[in-house]
Protein backbone atom coordinates (compact mmCIF):
# COMPACT_ATOMS: atom_id res chain seq x y z
CA UNK A 1 0.00 0.00 0.00
CA UNK A 2 1.52 3.53 -0.87
CA UNK A 3 -0.03 6.47 0.69
CA UNK A 4 0.19 9.75 0.12
CA UNK A 5 -1.02 12.71 1.99
CA UNK A 6 -2.03 16.47 0.55
CA UNK A 7 -4.41 19.15 1.55
CA UNK A 8 -1.93 20.92 3.90
CA UNK A 9 -1.14 24.74 3.84
CA UNK A 10 -0.98 27.52 6.01
CA UNK A 11 -3.95 28.83 7.38
CA UNK A 12 -5.36 31.47 10.16
CA UNK A 13 -6.07 30.77 13.80
CA UNK A 14 -10.00 29.58 14.10
CA UNK A 15 -9.22 28.33 9.99
CA UNK A 16 -10.59 25.26 8.61
CA UNK A 17 -8.21 22.74 6.45
CA UNK A 18 -9.50 19.14 4.77
CA UNK A 19 -6.62 16.92 4.64
CA UNK A 20 -6.50 14.01 2.17
CA UNK A 21 -4.73 10.81 1.90
CA UNK A 22 -4.93 8.57 -1.35
CA UNK A 23 -3.81 5.18 -1.62
CA UNK A 24 -2.93 2.81 -4.15
CA UNK A 25 -1.73 -0.82 -4.61
CA UNK A 26 -3.70 -3.29 -2.31
CA UNK A 27 -7.23 -2.39 -1.43
CA UNK A 28 -7.44 -0.02 0.77
CA UNK A 29 -10.42 -1.36 2.28
CA UNK A 30 -8.57 -3.68 4.40
CA UNK A 31 -6.89 -1.71 6.80
CA UNK A 32 -7.63 1.00 9.78
CA UNK A 33 -6.30 4.19 9.04
CA UNK A 34 -4.88 6.74 11.20
CA UNK A 35 -3.39 10.35 11.38
CA UNK A 36 -0.37 11.21 13.11
CA UNK A 37 1.26 14.41 13.31
CA UNK A 38 4.72 16.16 14.24
CA UNK A 39 5.91 19.40 15.10
CA UNK A 40 9.12 20.45 15.42
CA UNK A 41 11.56 19.02 18.38
CA UNK A 42 8.33 16.83 19.65
CA UNK A 43 7.08 13.41 19.30
CA UNK A 44 4.92 12.12 16.64
CA UNK A 45 1.25 12.50 18.23
CA UNK A 46 -1.79 10.39 17.39
CA UNK A 47 -4.42 12.65 16.07
CA UNK A 48 -7.44 10.51 14.66
CA UNK A 49 -7.87 6.89 13.13
CA UNK A 50 -10.64 5.16 11.72
CA UNK A 51 -11.68 1.45 11.41
CA UNK A 52 -12.25 -0.22 7.81
CA UNK A 53 -16.13 0.04 7.46
CA UNK A 54 -15.78 4.20 8.10
CA UNK A 55 -18.26 3.32 10.97
CA UNK A 56 -15.77 3.28 14.11
CA UNK A 57 -13.61 6.46 14.71
CA UNK A 58 -11.00 7.77 17.60
CA UNK A 59 -9.52 10.68 18.53
CA UNK A 60 -6.61 11.84 20.40
CA UNK A 61 -7.33 14.04 22.95
CA UNK A 62 -6.25 17.27 21.79
CA UNK A 63 -9.35 17.40 19.46
CA UNK A 64 -11.76 17.92 21.54
CA UNK A 65 -14.51 17.68 18.73
CA UNK A 66 -12.73 20.19 16.42
CA UNK A 67 -11.74 17.46 13.80
CA UNK A 68 -13.54 14.64 11.61
CA UNK A 69 -11.91 11.94 10.16
CA UNK A 70 -13.57 10.12 7.14
CA UNK A 71 -12.92 7.63 4.98
CA UNK A 72 -14.76 7.10 1.16
CA UNK A 73 -13.20 3.07 0.13
CA UNK A 74 -14.53 3.21 -3.02
CA UNK A 75 -12.19 5.87 -3.95
CA UNK A 76 -9.30 4.40 -1.52
CA UNK A 77 -9.11 8.11 0.35
CA UNK A 78 -9.07 9.31 3.34
CA UNK A 79 -10.27 12.42 5.18
CA UNK A 80 -9.14 14.57 7.87
CA UNK A 81 -11.37 17.95 8.30
CA UNK A 82 -9.86 20.22 10.85
CA UNK A 83 -11.97 23.13 11.97
CA UNK A 84 -10.88 25.59 14.58
CA UNK A 85 -7.32 25.28 14.06
CA UNK A 86 -4.91 26.52 16.60
CA UNK A 87 -1.13 27.85 16.07
CA UNK A 88 -0.35 25.07 18.53
CA UNK A 89 -1.53 22.26 15.43
CA UNK A 90 1.26 23.58 13.24
CA UNK A 91 2.77 20.08 12.15
CA UNK A 92 3.96 17.61 9.31
CA UNK A 93 0.48 15.67 9.18
CA UNK A 94 0.95 11.94 8.13
CA UNK A 95 -1.51 9.54 7.40
CA UNK A 96 -0.91 5.76 7.59
CA UNK A 97 -2.27 2.02 7.35
CA UNK A 98 -2.45 -0.98 9.45
CA UNK A 99 -4.14 -3.84 10.79
CA UNK A 100 -5.35 -2.50 14.20
CA UNK A 101 -7.79 0.27 15.24
CA UNK A 102 -4.70 2.08 17.96
CA UNK A 103 -3.31 5.47 18.73
CA UNK A 104 -0.22 3.92 18.75
CA UNK A 105 2.15 4.71 15.31
CA UNK A 106 4.29 1.24 15.77
CA UNK A 107 0.59 -0.58 15.30
CA UNK A 108 0.72 1.25 11.31
CA UNK A 109 2.47 -0.87 8.64
CA UNK A 110 2.30 1.75 5.79
CA UNK A 111 2.99 5.96 6.35
CA UNK A 112 2.49 8.63 3.55
CA UNK A 113 4.99 11.32 3.47
CA UNK A 114 3.19 13.94 5.28
CA UNK A 115 1.29 17.10 4.53
CA UNK A 116 2.56 20.05 6.32
CA UNK A 117 -0.34 22.74 8.09
CA UNK A 118 0.88 25.77 9.26
CA UNK A 119 -1.59 28.03 11.51
CA UNK A 120 -0.16 31.24 12.04
CA UNK A 121 -1.78 34.86 11.53
Known amino acids: VQLQASGGGLVRPGGSLRLSCASS????????VGWFRQAPVKEREFVAAVDVSGGLTYYGEFVKGRFIISRDNAKNMVYLQMNGLKPEDTAVYYCAAGPSLSDSASSYEYWGQGTLVTVSS
Open 25 to 32: GRPFGSYR
